[in-house]
């Protein structure tokens, strides 16, 4: 197995020398219903620093949520995942889930050791067996990637936030192709995610960067740039009298 295939994070961020930052649109059912972040901080061991933030009004099992959540994972200089953490607000409930990766001793093979908290308490701990000690999460599957190559595959293991399951998603880039709704202004890289008989799409520009990627918890991130173009430029949020704000 080539070495970019066996390390996700390798070629996301091979080369990476500068912070990376890009701000998301989360769209459900052709309206904007919140926001996300991407960033990536190199540091100077070679080693780098990802945080992914969603905030937004999504659908779960056909009820509306209100989503806060936020994701942080540092990565060693070998492309490989140390340690994360991943909290969600949703219903009422905070869930939380860290972790670290480790070797284990008999046969050095790899996994990643995982807890799972709702409100403060711990419900279960478990372990990802991986060969390339990486993990992505079911709010923004992919994060980042290298140039886009028809044909190239690739796997890594995403955890559900809301109940720590751990799937793995198999990654497929096909030909470049016009983008959903973009009316013929925007093309990328259509980029599969399958999980099980499941399977989504991200479109992906010439350098790797994420123009729109469908998520599975039921919605649909779109590069702001990209969101302001098909959606129309973000509304400020209106406020009521008591200063707060209107969420529709």
Not at 4 to 9: G, K, M
Not at 31 to 49: I, T
Not at 192 to 207: F, H, L, N, P, Q
């Amino acid at each position: 197995m080539r070495e970019d295939l066996a390390r996700p994070y390798r070629a996301a961020l091979a080369g990476m020398r500068e912070p990376y930052e890009r701000n998301y649109a989360i769209v459900v059912n052709g309206k904007r219903a919140g926001k996300a972040l991407a960033a990536a901080l190199p540091r100077k061991d070679g080693s780098f620093d990802l945080a992914a933030r969603v905030e937004g009004r999504i659908y779960w099992m056909g009820a509306r949520l209100e989503v806060r959540f936020f994701s942080s994972m540092h990565i060693t200089a070998a492309y490989e995942l140390e340690a994360l953490r991943m909290s969600l607000d949703a219903g009422g409930a905070r869930y939380e889930i860290s972790g670290y990766a480790r070797r284990q001793e008999a046969g050095g093979k790899k996994e990643i050791a995982l807890t799972l908290s709702v409100g403060g308490e711990k419900v279960q701990s478990f372990t990802v067996p991986t060969k390339s000690l990486a993990l992505s999460d079911s709010l923004m599957p992919l994060m980042k990637m290298g140039r886009p190559k028809p044909g190239k595959k690739w796997t890594t293991d995403m955890v559900e936030p809301l109940t720590g399951r751990v799937r793995t998603l198999e990654f497929r880039v096909l030909d470049e192709e016009e983008l959903p709704d973009s009316k013929g202004k925007l093309r990328g890289y259509p980029v599969e995610m399958k999980s099980g008989d499941r399977i989504y799409t991200a479109w992906v520009d010439e350098e790797g960067d994420v123009l729109m990627e469908e998520v599975p918890l039921g919605f649909t991130l779109v590069r702001e740039d990209v969101a302001a173009l098909i959606y129309g430029p973000e509304e400020p949020r209106r406020e009521d009298r008591n200063g707060r704000a209107d969420k529709d």
